[in-house]
Nanobody, 114 residues
Framework: QVQLVESGGGLVQAGVSLSVSCAASGFIFSNYAMRWYRQAPGKERELVAGITNTGSTSYADSVKGRFTISRDNAKNTVYLQMNSLKPEDTAVYYC????????WGQGTQVTVSS
């Protein structure tokens, strides 16, 4: 079965960098686009970044130029490198794949203090 396991969140100060990872299993990873979403307290879940199976990337305007999504098909892992973090980036970050239906990871908390 499809499994997505995020890791790498934490508490950091504004301005620093942090990377989160998502290890995928249960499907042919290299064939599927992957996405990162986030959900802040009291807010709806929002799309942060996406990467196609061929490596094309897209970003929300709020993170463009600061975040980078990448993938390692040999490791079945997708990454989100977050630079110049801001307090408003505080959220639970979720990995997502659509394979006949929606699959989500359990999420990893990223907290940015001012």
């Amino acid at each position: 079965q499809v499994q997505l396991v995020e890791s790498g969140g934490g508490l950091v100060q504004a301005g620093v960098s942090l990377s989160v990872s998502c290890a995928a299993s249960g499907f042919i990873f290299s064939n599927y686009a992957m996405r990162w979403y986030r959900q802040a307290p009291g807010k709806e879940r929002e799309l942060v970044a996406g990467i196609t199976n061929t490596g094309s990337t897209s970003y929300a305007d709020s993170v463009k130029g600061r975040f980078t999504i990448s993938r390692d098909n040999a490791k079945n892992t997708v990454y989100l490198q977050m630079n110049s973090l801001k307090p408003e980036d505080t959220a639970v970050y979720y990995c997502y794949v659509y394979r006949w239906k929606d699959y989500w990871g359990q999420g990893t908390q990223v907290t940015v203090s001012s």
